[in-house]
């Protein structure tokens, strides 16, 4: 299993990014994927999760409203697409998958595979 995420930059305040994630070698066709984020000093938390047997979404509260998570099934790629970014989403952005993650409250699992991670910076 490879989960390949990119699309991080430094962008102004009131900009938009758009993650990507590549997903390649999964076995199952049911299982959550999400990203999560981690700014320095700060405990990881999750950004948006999804169950991709019934779409179940969570997107964190800070972040309703101006985040979206989808899919391009044809490319097997997830992404996030980020509107109205602030300087305290500032972090680096990892997405993770597995059967065993609780998208319905974007918690990792310890058997989570994880992508590299990329930065997103907002800054004027």
């Known amino acids: 299993v490879q989960l390949v995420d990119s699309g991080g930059g430094l962008v102004q305040p009131g900009g938009s990014l758009r993650l990507s994630c590549a997903v390649s070698?999964?076995?199952?066709?049911?299982?959550?994927i999400g990203w999560f984020r981690q700014a320095p000093g700060k405990e990881r938390e999750g950004v948006s999760c999804?169950?991709?047997?019934?779409?179940?979404?969570y997107y964190a509260d800070s972040v309703k409203g101006r985040f979206a998570i989808s899919r391009d099934k044809l490319k097997n790629t997830w992404y996030l697409q980020m509107d109205n970014l602030k300087p305290d989403d500032t972090a680096i952005y990892y997405c993770?998958?597995?059967?065993?993650?609780?998208?319905?409250?974007?918690?990792?699992?310890?058997?989570?595979?994880w992508g590299q991670g990329t930065q997103v910076t907002v800054s004027s």
């Open positions: 070698g999964f076995p199952l066709h049911s299982y959550g």
């Open positions: 993770a998958a597995s059967e065993f993650l609780q998208f319905s409250q974007c918690i990792p699992s310890p058997s989570d595979d």
């Open positions: 999804i169950g991709t047997s019934d779409g179940v979404t």
